[in-house]
């Protein structure tokens, strides 16, 4: 498959700019989100946030906890609650690679991004470790530092 035809694939509902913010990203890795059918309709209208959301174990399984899709309106009383935990498809060999490093090296399951791909919800999942406040200073600093000579070098 070509790059283009990958792109087109590949459709963001949305972003967690909020992750790279405030965690160092180790790993990223791809899940499906098992979901209602009022739910896919509202992803399709792009009604998504990510934003304090994080994947948990719970019983052996990985859970989207946090994750707020608003409800889709023409949907009404079949609806569903904006705010659940919802199941994600992993092989079992990738949730037991990932709980060994949660568990061992103190590091959480932060949901980058969803969208669509080939018609089917999909959430990226970074393997993180939280920054502390001067981290975050530091990557500041760096990112000024770095237009700055971007725009030195246009001038």
Do not use: C
């Not at 935990?85 to 992993?90: D, F, Y």
């Amino acid at each position: 498959m070509s790059k283009p035809e990958r792109l087109a694939a590949q459709r963001d509902i949305t972003v967690n700019r909020r992750a790279r913010h405030d965690y160092f990203i180790e790993e990223s890795l791809e899940a499906g989100v098992v979901l209602t059918g009022s739910e896919v309709k509202s992803l399709r209208a792009g009604k998504a946030q990510l934003k304090d959301s994080y994947a948990q174990l719970k019983q052996g399984e990985l859970w989207l906890v946090n994750a707020h899709i608003s409800e889709y309106a023409p949907s009404a009383q079949f609806g569903h609650e904006p705010v659940r935990s919802r199941k994600l498809l992993l092989h079992r060999r990738e949730i037991d690679r990932l709980v060994g490093k949660v568990k061992e090296q103190g590091l959480t399951l932060i949901p980058l991004r969803l969208y669509f791909k080939h018609g089917h919800a999909k959430v990226e999942l970074g393997v993180a470790r939280g920054k502390k406040l001067y981290d975050k200073r530091e990557s500041i600093k760096e990112r000024e530092v770095r237009r700055e000579m971007d725009r030195a070098r246009k001038a």
